[in-house]
C-alpha cells in the first residue's frame, strides 16, 4: 500500500512518502504544488494524507481544480484522501496565504454541479466527514454533539457563527 503526506511540513509519516514545498528533512520529497503534473505515476497511491494544505494552493479557481485533478490522477481507483482543512468560520481560514475556503458542502457542493469546470469532482465520494472544535473551550462541549449529530442544522443556522467550527475533517474515497 502506497501512501502520500501531500504539503508533510515538519510531520514526517511513518510508511508515507512525505512530501511538501521546502525540503526541511532528507525524507521530504520535493514538489511544487502548484506546478501540473506533479511528479508522480498515474494511479500510484492508495491514499492520500493532507492536513492544513489544500486552504494554501489553489490561488484561482483553476488552480484548485488542477490540484484536485491531480490528486485523482495520482491516486488509483478505491483510494483513498484523508483531508483536514480549516472551517471557513475559523478566523484563521481567512488570512492573507489561505485561497479557498472550506466548508461542511465543499466537496459535494462541486459534485452536484452541472458546470464543466466541476466535472473532475465527481469522481468523489465523501464516506465521511466531522466538525473539529477547540475542545480547551468550554462552551464547544455544549455544541459538539449539536454539530456531530445535526450537521446540516449546525451548518445552515446562526450556530456556526456562535461557535465557530476549527477544522472539518473529509474521508475522500475516489471513483474513477
Known sequence: ???????????????????DFI????????????????????NEFDEIYSSNVLEHLGETKEEFKNLIAEMVRITKNGGKWFIIVPHDTNA?????????????????????????????????EVIKQRHIFIKLLFW???????????????????????????ALYFEIKIKK
Open 1 to 19: 500500500m502506497k501512501k502520500l503526506n501531500l504539503g508533510c511540513g515538519n510531520n514526517i509519516k511513518q510508511g508515507f512518502i512525505n512530501a
Open 23 to 42: 525540503q526541511t528533512h532528507p525524507n521530504i520529497v520535493k514538489v511544487d504544488f502548484t506546478k501540473f503534473p506533479y511528479p508522480f505515476k498515474d
Open 92 to 124: 484563521s481560514a481567512h488570512s492573507e496565504f489561505h485561497y479557498t475556503q472550506f466548508h461542511w458542502r465543499s466537496f459535494l457542493y462541486n459534485r452536484r454541479n452541472t458546470n464543466p469546470e466541476s466535472e473532475i469532482f465527481v469522481n468523489l
Open 140 to 166: 464547544n462541549f455544549l455544541i459538539i454533539p449539536v454539530a456531530y449529530l445535526f450537521p446540516k442544522f449546525y451548518e445552515n443556522t446562526c450556530l456556526r457563527y456562535l461557535f465557530p467550527c476549527q
